[in-house]
């Protein structure tokens, strides 16, 4: 089953624009993660943020966590048509193995 | 540093045969682990492989088995396939933590695509 779920499911924006996603999960948390995946490809890691940080920031992106709402949000900046893709995010527990629980995601279109 | 590798690329199975994905961790991971992805959805956690043993499993049946070989590498077979098993299985590699507060990154290769018709 799917630990989190991404809000929205699918977003369009001009390029330049800004990107907001949203993901939600269900249990407690040793770090989150997002994910992008191009055209059903692999997945390439975009940013981790720890359970005990609020935010983190990694060039265009910046990353919220709360724990509390059981929430995290990414930000693209200044968009580009590069970043058309899938966004997931995936929690991290730590119940003696590594195991990440991925979101359904959200389909990012920039046009041009 | 190749990364992660996976083979083959595309594969078409028809339903009730048996099918082998492999996949080379990055160089210098010793852990590797399966998911699943059908189309549409994020990948599930079907299980990893840490010194040749399977360390964790999900909500996968017993059809799905795998390996892990002394060189690392690994192998996710899945039997009696029926047409649900379609879908994208990607492997990642890291290496295990050596402290609980720690997480080594996962690194994800580009993934098999199947086909059950």
């Known amino acids: 089953s799917q630990q989190g779920e991404e809000d929205p499911q699918a977003l369009s924006i001009q390029e330049g624009e800004n990107a907001t996603m949203n993901c939600s999960y269900k249990?407690?948390?040793?770090?989150l993660q997002w994910y992008r995946q191009n055209s059903g490809r692999g997945l390439v890691h975009l940013i981790l943020?720890?359970?005990?940080?609020r935010e983190k920031h990694s060039g265009r992106l910046r990353v919220t966590l709360d724990t509390s709402k059981k929430s995290s949000s990414l930000l693209i900046t200044a968009s580009r048509a590069a970043d058309t893709a899938s966004y997931f995010c995936?929690?991290?527990?730590?119940?003696?193995?590594?195991?990440?629980?991925f979101g359904t995601g959200t389909r990012l279109t920039i046009i041009p | 540093d190749a990364g992660v590798t996976q083979s083959p690329t595309h594969l078409i199975k028809t339903r009730g045969q048996q099918v082998t994905l492999r996949c080379s961790p990055k160089?210098?991971?010793?852990?590797v682990s399966w998911y699943q992805q059908a189309l549409g959805q994020g990948p599930q956690f079907i299980f990893q492989?840490?010194?040749?043993?399977?360390?964790q499993r999900g909500n996968f049946p017993d059809r799905f088995s795998g390996h892990q070989f002394p060189n690392y590498s690994s192998e996710l077979n899945v039997n009696a396939l029926l047409l649900g098993d379609s879908a994208l299985y990607l492997c990642?590699?890291?290496?295990?933590?050596?402290?609980?507060?720690?997480?080594?990154?996962?690194?994800f290769g580009p993934g098999t695509r199947l086909t059950v018709l």
């Open positions: 990642a590699s890291s290496s295990p933590t050596q402290l609980p507060q720690l997480y080594n990154e996962q690194f």
């Open positions: 249990t407690s948390i040793n770090n």
């Open positions: 943020i720890r359970s005990n940080e």
């Open positions: 995936a929690t991290f527990h730590r119940r003696g193995n590594e195991k990440l629980t």
């Open positions: 160089s210098g991971h010793d852990t």
């Open positions: 492989y840490y010194e040749e043993e399977e360390r």
